[in-house]
Structure formats: C-alpha cells, structure tokens
C-alpha cells in the first residue's frame, strides 16, 4: 500500500483465510451446548458472475466441479443474479459438509475466480429459529444471520450468538457489514 492510497482512504483487503471453516464444527460444539443451535447439514458457496468471457469460463468451472462431485452440490441462482453451490449433508456431518464447501472455495480460488467468491453459508436451527453463519471472503470474517420473515431479523440473538462463540470464530466488528441474506439456499 503506498502513499497515494493512505492519503485516499484506500485499505488494503484481508486476504481470505478458506482454512477458517475448519474452525466451525469446534464452534458449533459451543453453540449447541450454550444457545440448542444445531447444524441442520446445509451448506453453500455464495459468488456473483459477470458478463463476457470470464463469465463463461466461471460458468464451465462450475459446471466441472458439479460434474467431478457426482452431483454432490446442486446450483441455484437467486433473484440478485448471484449463484448458490449448495450441498447438503446429514446434520451430523458438519465436518464433511465444511471440507466440501472448502474444496469448493479452493477451486474456484485456484481457477482465477476468487474475485467472484461472496460469502459460505452453513446452516443451523434451535428447532423454531434458523441461523446462518457467514464468512465473508472480502473481509475474512464471521458473522451470524437470523432471519425472523421475508424481510426481518433478530438482531439481538446475532449478538447473543457473536458473544457464545467470538472466541471460536473471527467476527466481523463492523456490524454494518454484516448484510442480510433473505432467501438463502438452506434458510
């Protein structure tokens, strides 16, 4: 980062750590035994496709990987344009469910698209509440989401959850960038 840019306001990006989902079975050990929030085996891989070209050579990457998977990961686009690679496991299996989606971010990292990578989502519910656990890549960190309806969410159990498992997970401490994400694949 040179001169220009600290003059400018300009930050340098956190580097996405992918290894950091390894961190969440442990967590979610945590999670169930202070909050009943269990892993509901959902997950998915959130990234945005452009048009022209790069567009086409991420579409046939993905395509590849859901092939190679043996139809592990089912693709979804939402209303936005973004694309969702959901897997779906049994409940039980929150390790196999974080080295899939693992093995999706690297590919993709590795393929030249991690620009395009948004977030990982991994699912969980108390048995009357869902919760999302976000990583965002641009950022490196957690965050949780609890929707409550198509366009609310309970802010206070977000923060309930950040303060059971904070130590567990690398949070996102700016709170605005912790977005909404109604209508996620496994929410």
Partial sequence: MGLLDILLGRSKAVPPN????????SAAIT???AAGYQATGSGSVCFK???GGGFSALRAEVDKLLALDGDKFTSHTDSYGFTWLVRETSPDDLGGLVTDLHAVNTS???AGFG???LCTLVAFTNGTKSLGLVYLYKRGSWYPFVPV???RRDNATELQVRSIIGTDLRFEADLSRWFPIYGAPGL
């Fill in 18 to 25: 992918l290894d950091q989902l390894f961190a969440l079975p």
């Fill in 31 to 33: 999670l169930d035994t």
């Fill in 49 to 51: 496709t452009a048009e």
């Fill in 108 to 110: 993709l990292v590795d």
């Fill in 115 to 117: 620009s395009a990578l």
């Fill in 149 to 151: 309806g198509a366009d």
